[in-house]
């Protein structure tokens, strides 16, 4: 149980143990002072007699100092004499010398006794060893003059060693003591009237204690009690007024400004508690919704979870260096592997082994610099049995970019890998057989040309009357019929040879440099009478700095000669065909066929651009033809580079532009 004791009994015990301290601290200065005032004089005391009994030896005394027989026993005897008169009007008690023979001994080489000794006839002989050379060694330690206290059957005393050195460098002492009965007797008077000071100075400081404390108590109380109603919460209470001295006016004008501010800091405190109250509120509000955001997020995190575990493309998560963490249940329908199988490994247990050997390090090239790839892949299952994947691999990043992962999702294309090879399969059986039916075409038109050269001739022949006259004009007309018939015929084997030598990769061009004019002119020369019987006027747009060109002149002109042949022939009676040149430099060449002729909608466009197709097949047709032209000139323009450019409109006309490229245009 704590014991409450009043501010005045605080203040008078602080005040009282105060003076007591200064009473006690003073009384034992006053008998330390005294004290050794009266030590220093027994010390000088102590000295001087020392050097006394040297100075009556003299200073060479021990110089000559060896045994025991180096001085007489009349001459030591008179030293002792000596001694003992010095001792009897001095009042010492002893006066003596010590030699410190090289052996480690201490002998006697002076001394005296005291009155008592005297009387007893007792004294040191010379060259006796000392019995308690334990004394010696606080001078020997310090070298220098040491003093010492010692209690003896006559009480106590006090000594002093002074230490010197002799002509052989040998240590010797000369010694002194004196009685301090009357010094203790002297310090204990001395220690009673120490006593006494502290006695009085205790009284009289009690009673300043209680008069000082009974001052200061009462504004001390008025203090306290406004420092407990402030500690009460009654912030604002002040100290009235207290005189006294300027500690306590600065007290309490302290604790007044201390009573000020800690009302002042008290109302910051309740709206800082407010506001923190706010704060707490607003907290829960952002707890609260935060709470709600994690909620959505950990179901769109499910969502995407459920939608990559049951998506139909496998998906397979890897650290940055290829080791499995994660795969969605795809992934073991289409490999075989179990998940706990998969994960720890390396996607390196799919490798078929029938991918290219760079292949893989193409893949990892494009990861480090790009962070993704895509293509296809030939993996192997579990079983063994292969399949074909396209895959993507994507890194996923860190919020400054970094790769932490990567993400690999592949489609089964198996099936879609089979069907392609069926279809290039199918494509090549079409291929060969249609080169088959180029090379069968080719050797048929070669055997129908060798009879149809025979007619062709012997038409001629029959023609120019060469071995007489052809009287029935009947005869003259079948000639011209199986004239033009054979022309007709060859003309169509012809072509059929071209495009079959095109498609067969057997035509080679026989490349050389003309002038475009040398091209163009003589086609215009050829079509030009059909056109004119039918009064089709034929027109050119040829610039005059055109370059000249490197390309088969013949297969040229017959590709130009066929298209301006069908812009004649499907030009009605004064109709328009025109010529038109266009070229840039290093780029292109055009040249374009342009009619106001019949036209053709889409549909008979693709069909005109078939082997053989003629928008107008039936057996009563307008038109004739073969319908090799435009496959054959689209054939002769490829294979110089270029290609052939069709616009046509129903009823309005058609334009069929030639195009080569920069490669064949030669400066003029």
């Avoid at 007893?120 to 002989?125: E, I």
């Avoid at 397979?316 to 706990?340: H, K, Q």
């Avoid at 120019?464 to 052809?470: D, K, L, S, T």
């Avoid at 004119?532 to 700095?545: R, V, Y």
Wanted: net charge negative; glycine share 8%.
């Amino acid at each position: 149980m704590a014991i409450k004791v009043s501010i005045r009994t605080q203040i008078l015990f602080a005040i009282w143990g105060v003076v007591t301290s200064v009473s006690l601290l003073f009384s034992y200065l006053l008998y330390q002072t005294q004290k050794n005032e009266y030590l220093s004089g027994i010390d000088q005391k102590l000295v001087a007699g020392a050097e006394l009994a040297r100075a009556f030896v003299g200073e060479n005394y021990h110089d000559a100092i060896t045994d025991r027989s180096s001085v007489t026993t009349e001459d030591y005897l008179a030293i002792v004499d000596a001694y003992n008169k010095a001792c009897s009007k001095t009042g010492f008690q002893y006066l003596w010398s010590n030699l410190f023979l090289e052996d480690g001994s201490i002998v006697f080489t002076t001394g005296t006794s005291t009155s008592k000794n005297v009387e007893k006839g007792d004294h040191a002989l010379f060259f006796d060893t000392h019995s308690d050379p334990a004394a010696f060694e606080p001078v020997i330690q310090a070298g220098k003059t040491t003093f010492s206290s010692f209690e003896n059957e006559w009480g106590g005393g006090r000594m002093v060693l002074i230490p010197h050195k002799d002509a052989k460098g040998r240590t010797y002492v000369f010694g002194a003591s004196i009685s301090t009965v009357e010094f203790d007797a002297r310090i204990q008077k001395t220690g009673e009237r120490a006593a006494l000071v502290f006695v009085v100075m205790f009284v009289i400081g009690s009673v300043v204690s209680i008069l000082v404390a009974q001052v200061i108590a009462g504004p001390v109380r008025r203090l306290n009690q406004t420092a407990k109603e402030i500690a009460e919460g009654k912030y604002g209470n002040k100290v009235e007024k207290i005189s006294g001295g300027a500690e306590l006016v600065e007290l309490t004008e302290t604790v007044n400004a201390m009573s000020d501010e800690i009302l002042a800091n008290y109302e910051e405190l309740g709206k800082t508690v407010r506001q923190l109250e706010e704060a707490q509120d607003e907290l829960s509000r952002s707890h609260n919704e935060l709470e709600v955001r994690v909620a959505e997020r950990t179901r769109d995190v499910r969502k995407l979870t459920k939608a990559i575990e049951q998506s139909p493309y496998m998906v397979m998560i890897t650290a940055l260096d290829g080791t499995i963490e994660y795969v969605n249940r795809r992934f073991t329908e289409l490999t075989g592997y179990s998940p706990e199988e998969a994960i720890g490994q390396n996607p390196k247990i799919l490798q078929s082994g029938d991918m290219p050997q760079d292949f893989y390090e193409r893949l990892y090239d494009a990861l480090a610099s790009t962070g993704e790839w895509s293509g296809e892949i030939k993996d192997m299952r579990k079983d063994g049995r292969v399949f074909w994947a396209s895959v993507t691999i994507a890194a996923v990043t860190d919020k400054k970019g970094r790769a932490e992962n990567y993400i690999s999702i592949h489609d089964d294309i198996t099936e879609r890998k089979m069907a392609e090879r069926s279809i290039k399969n199918a494509k090549d059986q079409a291929e060969a057989a249609s080169r088959a039916k180029s090379e069968m075409l080719a050797n048929m038109s070669h055997e129908f040309r060798t009879p149809l050269n025979a007619i062709l001739g012997f038409s001629d022949t029959i023609k120019a009357e060469a071995f007489g006259p052809v009287e029935n004009d009947k005869y003259r007309e079948y000639i011209e019929d199986i004239h033009r018939s054979g022309s007709h015929l060859l003309e169509l084997i012809n072509d059929v040879l071209d495009v079959s030598a095109i498609e067969a990769g057997k035509m080679e061009l026989r490349e050389e440099v003309a002038e475009i004019n040398q091209i163009i002119d003589p086609c215009i020369r050829l079509v030009a009478p059909r056109a004119e019987a039918s009064f089709i006027k034929l027109t050119t747009e040829i610039p005059d700095d055109l370059p000249n060109l490197k390309v088969d002149v013949r297969r040229m002109k017959q590709a130009l000669l066929n298209l301006l042949s069908n812009a004649v022939k499907f030009t009605p009676e004064r109709g328009n065909v025109s010529v038109i040149v266009d070229w840039q430099p290093e780029e292109f060449l055009k040249i374009a066929i342009e009619d106001n002729g019949i036209g053709m909608s889409e549909e008979e466009l693709a069909k005109a651009l078939q082997q053989f197709g003629q928008v107008d097949s039936s057996l009563s047709r307008k038109f004739d033809g073969t319908g090799l032209g435009l496959t054959l000139t689209k054939g002769l323009a490829e294979l110089h580079g270029g290609e052939i450019l069709i616009e046509s409109e129903k009823g309005k006309g058609t334009i069929v532009t030639l195009v080569l490229p920069g490669s064949r245009l030669i400066e003029a």
